[in-house]
């Protein structure tokens, strides 16, 4: 089991490398997504997380708590976790290429990085999850980074 460091530590420095070394056409286990689309889709969730892309919580409150304990525990996403801001069929990709897709991605992981340095005590709100402090958003993050790895054949 990772600590907590270890996971920022991924996020900082090895998720985008791993990407970058993923086939651009490797096709998926499980989902719609391709590697160009997933590489956005991670951008986009990590924008939740820097602050830039402001959310509502959709969940309810009295649910928040049980989803909040499986955040912190060890236990992945399972394959097709339903995400019902995402429409069935997933958008056309945003970039001509993965290596401007995956700059865009360690772009976005610096500044969630950066805006959680310069207030260690804010919270932001996911969506899903709830009001997150830093520890919390790397837990996500890096669960959901490794969700889309799996997803790729990245990890087992």
Do not use: C
């Not at 997933?90 to 401007?100: C, D, L």
Request: without cysteine.
């Amino acid at each position: 089991m990772e600590n907590l460091s270890q996971k920022a530590d991924f996020l900082k420095n090895d998720f985008t490398k791993i990407l970058s070394e993923l086939d651009a056409d490797t096709p998926p286990k499980w989902g719609k997504m391709n590697v160009l689309q997933m590489v956005e889709h991670m951008s986009d969730y990590v924008r939740i997380a820097n602050g830039k892309t402001p959310m509502d919580i959709i969940t309810e409150a009295e649910k928040l708590p049980r989803l909040q304990g499986f955040l912190t525990s060890e236990k992945p996403f399972p394959e097709n976790t339903p995400n019902v801001l995402m429409p069935d069929t997933p958008p056309p990709a945003k970039h001509s290429s993965k290596v401007a897709a995956i700059a865009e991605l360690q772009t976005e992981i610096n500044d969630f990085f950066a805006a959680y340095s310069e207030n260690s005590t804010r919270k932001l709100k996911n969506p899903f999850f709830g009001e997150l402090d830093f520890d919390m958003q790397v837990q996500l993050l890096h669960k959901h980074s490794t969700h889309h790895l799996r997803q790729f054949g990245v990890l087992a």
